[in-house]
């Protein structure tokens, strides 16, 4: 019995992607957050990233996540519903490597990007 009901909670989150959602990556955020505060000049996120990606999206506050990856033809599943959905501070800078977000930052509203790599409709 108990490993039917193990069965059924593992099925179940793992169903509804529980357990592979992203979460904010407060380090790159600081930086990013401080680069912007320091330059006041849209920010080159490739000079500040280590990690390979070949495009970027920005979701801003109140958007839902799931229209915007329609939008744009790309996979944000692993991205929370409510991430961005009831937040006025911050906008949700995602990283895009072969149409699949791969990782995210709750950056500061106000702040700008060079969008030589913003991904395009």
Known sequence: MKKIILIIFIDTFTSCNFFFQLQSDKELTEKINSEYLKERKPINLSKL??????NYIVIGCYQNVEQVGEQYKIDLSNISGNAISSSDWFILLVFIKDKKAIKICEVKMDTKFDEHKLLKK
């Open 49 to 54: 990233t280590d990690f390979d990606w070949d």
